[in-house]
């Protein structure tokens, strides 16, 4: 059996976390904000910046983006 090749690119189906959050290891991001959903649909979020007001400006960013994203029909 030959080995498994992940490619990069987006893709409409769910991967499995720790995938997503391995992808970003070593990007080089200047700040991040993480926001998920434990197996108990607990929310858990964490973020770098010492200050919740960027954390804050970062999501929204996101959520622009994400909107954007939907209007566009994905």
Known sequence: MGDVVFLSGETTL???PDRA?????GRGFRQVVIA???E?????VAA???SCAYS???????????LER???GE
């Open 14 to 16: 769910d991967i499995p």
């Open 21 to 25: 959050l391995q992808a970003a290891v």
């Open 36 to 38: 998920a959903e434990d």
């Open 40 to 44: 108990d649909g607990q929310l858990y």
């Open 48 to 50: 770098s910046a010492g």
């Open 56 to 66: 804050l400006m970062l999501l929204e960013l996101a959520k622009r983006r994400l």
């Open 70 to 72: 939907i209007e566009d």
